[in-house]
């Protein structure tokens, strides 16, 4: 049962280009959504929350599209220090806590110099 | 503040040994959490607590045992460990009763390699 997919990569990308990946779910009553980054054997930690309107965050942007299910992430003029796997997150409890957090296997990216 | 604090961060078992890993966080807050990482399959919840006196089971609760007697503490207990208990595992905890926000806190995970 695939409930959040993301396409595991690895994503290779050159210094300084621009990136974006997507995240599908299965419940179309899903509330809330969010990226999580992961950095090589250290804990995940929450990159941003992800808005009907989308949301922005300095180069990154996220998007939720209701219709399609799924949530995209945008990475404008990579750095060396993005490269991490992401974990798409959503929430598919119909309660909202935040046992009902669940996560993506996750996409490695790697930005190359 | 020091956060989520996991303990011990590696472990070596043989199978049908007991033991428990430790959880402490610093922040009040009243949902904790433990998951498990393998490598293809992400994090999956183990068991999830939204206050003291107060434990639930997630997706995968076979083989462990938690407890939840202060705020700040939630230690998991693996019974009789197996190899398929290999793994990474996270403590996370997250503002009040884990309610309307997605944000989690980990600690910085304990590596379990049970022979």
């Known amino acids: 049962r695939k409930e959040v997919e993301q396409d595991p990569g690895p994503f290779n990308v050159p210094e300084g280009a621009t990136v974006a990946f997507n995240c599908t779910y299965s419940n179309s009553a899903s509330q809330s959504f969010f990226w999580y980054r992961q950095d090589c054997r250290k804990e995940p930690k929450l990159l941003m929350s992800?808005?009907?309107s989308g949301n922005e965050d300095g180069r990154f942007t996220a998007q939720l599209n209701r219709a399609s299910q799924y949530i995209s992430l945008l990475i404008r003029d990579s750095k060396l220090s993005d490269s991490a796997t992401y974990l798409c997150v959503v929430n598919l409890g119909s309660g909202g806590g935040a046992d009902g957090l669940t996560f993506g296997k996750g996409t490695h990216l790697i930005i190359q110099p | 503040n020091a956060g989520v604090t996991q303990t011990p961060k590696f472990q070596v078992l043989k199978t049908g040994q007991s033991m428990t890993l430790q959880c402490a966080q610093d922040?009040?807050?009243?949902?904790m959490s433990w998951y498990r990482q393998d490598p293809g399959m992400g994090l999956r919840l183990i068991h999830y607590s939204v206050g003291a006196g107060i434990t639930d089971q997630g997706e995968v609760p076979n083989g462990y045992n938690v407890s939840r007697s202060t705020t700040e503490d939630f230690p998991l207990r693996l019974l009789s460990a197996a190899p398929s208990q290999t793994s990474v595992y996270f403590c996370?905890?997250?503002?009040?009763?884990?309610?309307?926000?997605?944000?989690?806190?980990f600690g910085e995970g304990s590596r379990l390699t049970v022979l």
């Open positions: 996370a905890s997250s503002y009040g009763k884990g309610q309307g926000t997605g944000e989690l806190f």
């Open positions: 922040m009040n807050h009243e949902y």
């Open positions: 992800v808005y009907s």
